[in-house]
């Protein structure tokens, strides 16, 4: 069983408009509204590449009520903890450039954090557990890695966080993390600029405790450390329509090709191949577009590049 979860989901309201005049009223061109977060966008990439999974985490009021909802009119499979207060609305304003306000996020309250340790008590070998996403302020940086330290043997877990939650997060020896180049660059307080930095930086990551590390780097492609090699994968060509959800479904095309093959060279190509087809489309990937975009992808070894940066 996969189990995603999304401590701080939102309301994603995307709002497009040809001329944004500040200080006046403005009327949009076009609007959506849907159902967001880093893990839930896990839970929906899975079930378009053919995996169900049940998605956890905190949902308030009637924003989480949308929230709920939407998952269910997709088939998805939500099992919620119900807080006080409104899940968070997050506006994506589009003219051009993309501006991004997000909302303030409920309050959550110890009791909240004890039931979702109570259910992932339920887990059992053989399950994984994807973690993603920010933590709300009302909760401990070490979530994660509380969570992490708490579940069963056997179960496998995968991190997509940043700042300190990803740092107490890798010292609990997670099975892969994947923070992209400006997230690993803030963990030791530089920029990641090339292929080597992060192979470099990815390593440090890896002998905090992280068994495997994904890194990407948008259009430059992406490096993948295993305990055995290190692996680089270029982005196929497409035109950039929209990155929100893009990183989320790196992790979810990775872990559907992982499920089926236990390959992990074959599940980072798939990972690249969706969080491109995801970039390439105003939604998430599909099943036929990642089976086609793996075919531009190249994975090779470092010292088959040489052991260049780029």
Not at 16 to 44: P, S, W, Y
Not at 202 to 207: C, H, N, S, T
Not at 298 to 308: C, D, H, L
């Amino acid at each position: 069983m996969i189990y995603t979860i999304t401590l701080n989901p939102s309301v994603d309201y995307i709002v497009r408009l040809d001329d944004l005049k500040t200080g006046l009223v403005n009327t949009v061109d076009e609007e959506t509204k849907i159902a967001g977060g880093k893990g839930v966008n896990v839970t929906k990439v899975l079930k378009r590449l053919g995996h169900d999974s049940t998605a956890l985490g905190f949902v308030g009021g009637f924003t989480g009520q949308f929230i709920e909802q939407s998952l269910k009119d997709e088939s998805l499979h939500p099992h919620f903890i119900h807080v006080e207060g409104d899940t968070r609305i997050n506006i994506k304003l589009k003219n051009g450039e993309e501006t991004e306000i997000n909302g303030l996020s409920p309050m959550i309250s110890e009791g909240n954090v004890k039931k979702l340790l109570q259910q992932l008590s339920q887990t059992v070998a053989g399950d994984i557990v994807v973690m993603a996403g920010s933590v709300p302020t009302s909760i401990d940086q070490n979530i994660y890695s509380n969570i992490l330290k708490s579940l069963p043997d056997g179960v496998q877990a995968i991190v997509d966080t940043k700042g300190k939650a990803l740092e107490e997060a890798v010292k609990a020896k997670p099975f892969l993390v994947k923070p992209n180049h400006h997230e690993l660059g803030d963990l030791f307080g530089v920029e990641i600029t090339s292929v080597k930095d992060a192979v470099e930086y990815g390593k440090k990551v890896q002998q905090m405790g992280a068994m495997n590390v994904i890194v990407s780097m948008a259009g430059d492609g992406a490096v993948l450390i295993t305990s055995n090699e290190i692996l680089f994968g270029n982005v196929p060509v497409g035109k950039v329509q929209n990155s929100v959800g893009a990183g989320d479904s790196v992790v979810g095309g990775f872990l559907s090709k992982y499920i089926e093959t236990e390959n992990l060279k074959e599940a980072f190509q798939s990972g690249i191949a969706a969080g491109s087809a995801s970039a390439f489309s105003t939604g998430f990937c599909t099943a036929e577009e990642v089976q086609e975009l793996r075919k531009q992808i190249r994975v090779q070894t470092y010292e088959e590049m040489g052991g260049r940066g780029i």
